[in-house]
């Protein structure tokens, strides 16, 4: 999908107007649908227009179902938001229509910058065809932007898995299928636990990111260790970790090359460490900094990344693996770029809750959300009132870096 400039800015992005297509009433019917509970869902107070012979009731003045998507696309993050736009743009190629109705996907900018993503929100938000939104895609610019889309009643999916404010008890924000910063942390000591490590450290940035990760982590008997993000040499760190006995090594952060600074100082000392990396880092940004260092690296792979033939017996998790891969370009390695399957999950999150409410009132589309089921590209989601993430943890698969590409560890 075509994304242009607009005249307001270099961060004003809006998505091109899709030719409409025929209805995608279909287009998911092998898929599990949401499910829904008591959530409120009460009228919006927005007028609205019938479509004809879509089925499907418009907001008043608008003819067309339009998210709102908020991502770093330039600055510190834009790796992330990058990934995010290669997902959106596949989506809406694939999926022009939903109902009859044309659907379009309003893209920010927020140049990685905290105040720019609340800018970016409030732009977002101030157009009245916007049913619900995605983004923003790391911690920071998350946190700066809450209090804007926080108070708005409008289905989010924010992009990255950091914890919110008042996490899982904000009716109308959701995580993506991503695995929360918890469940990293529990699927690491279990991968710990696989290859008999005993002492492992935890290496994290001095940012937003940074924070969460060592409060999730302080619930366990695992280190963690804070180093600006500005640092690009890690050996002098990492030398003081080797002395303490540390037998492993993980990077929690904010994207690729710190990781791959880490594993070119590991390399380095000459401390054979096993290097353990979260989805967000261990990217193809991380492979071409850390080069030969990269080997031996050890993470997760999710379904997209591990391709359709290790799911040829589970009917419901092959079909969406073999819809990404199918829209998205060949070039595109889903398995070290994992935050493009993630955005792709929560464009389809939320055509789906769409679908089966067969409305665009927020308050419809939140109560589907609320309890929804799917598979994903990345996994089975199964969301609940106390949880709005649903991650699966046997949608991860330990996987390790060898000649160069992430496969799933033997």
């Known amino acids: 999908m075509a994304i242009n400039k ?39 107070g927005t007028a609205t227009t019938a479509a004809a012979g879509s089925g499907l009731t418009l907001k008043d003045g608008c003819d067309e179902v339009k998210v709102g998507v908020v991502f770093s696309l330039s600055g510190a993050y834009s790796q992330l938001g990058n990934d995010g736009k290669t997902a959106i743009d596949a989506f809406a190629k694939t999926h022009p229509t939903i109902l009859g109705k044309k659907l379009t996907f309003q893209i920010e900018n927020d140049t990685s910058d905290p105040t720019a993503s609340a800018a970016a929100y409030k732009r977002v938000l101030a157009d009245k065809c916007v049913v619900a939104t995605i983004g923003p895609n790391v911690g920071a610019t998350m946190n700066a932007a809450f209090p804007v889309f926080q108070p708005a009643k409008i289905p989010v999916l924010v992009g990255t898995p950091n914890p919110y404010t008042n996490y899982n008890k904000e009716p109308y924000i959701f995580s993506p299928n991503l ?10 000591i279990k991968y710990f636990e696989t290859l008999g490590l005993k002492k492992a450290v935890v290496l994290t940035g001095d940012d937003a990111t940074g924070d969460v990760v060592q409060t999730v982590w302080s ?20 030398a003081q970790l080797k002395s303490k006995g540390y037998d492993a090594v993980a990077f929690i952060g904010s994207g690729g090359e710190p990781p791959g600074h880490v594993a070119r100082g590991l390399k380095a000392l000459g401390w054979n460490a096993p290097l353990f990396l979260a989805p967000s880092n261990l990217t193809t940004t991380f492979m071409n900094l850390a ?33 990404i891969r199918g829209a998205v370009a060949a070039d595109v390695d889903i398995a070290l770029r994992p935050n493009v399957a993630y955005l792709w999950d929560n464009a389809r999150s939320l055509y ?30 199964k969301r609940s009132s106390t949880d709005h993430a649903g991650v699966q943890m046997a949608s991860a698969i330990q996987a390790v870096v060898k000649n160069g590409k992430l496969v799933a560890a033997s």
């Open 179 to 188: 695995t929360p910063l918890q469940m990293q942390r529990d699927l690491f």
């Open 352 to 381: 789906l809750a769409i679908e089966e409410a067969k409305s665009v009132d927020p308050a419809a589309i939140q109560k589907v959300l609320d309890t929804q089921e799917y598979y994903g590209a990345n996994g089975l989601v």
């Open 6 to 44: 607009q005249k307001a800015g270099p961060t004003r992005w809006r998505a091109k107007s899709l030719a409409v297509a025929a209805a995608a009433a279909l287009v998911f019917a092998a898929c599990g649908s949401g499910k829904s509970n008591s959530a409120d869902s009460g009228d919006s």
């Open 291 to 323: 080069g030969p260092a990269a080997e031996g690296a050890r993470g997760f792979i999710w379904p997209a990344g591990a391709g359709p033939e290790k799911f040829k017996d589970n009917a419901k998790q092959l079909e969406p693996v073999q819809e």
């Open 219 to 238: 619930a366990s008997k695992v280190d963690v260790t804070r180093v600006p993000l500005a640092v690009t040499n890690y050996e002098p760190t990492l």
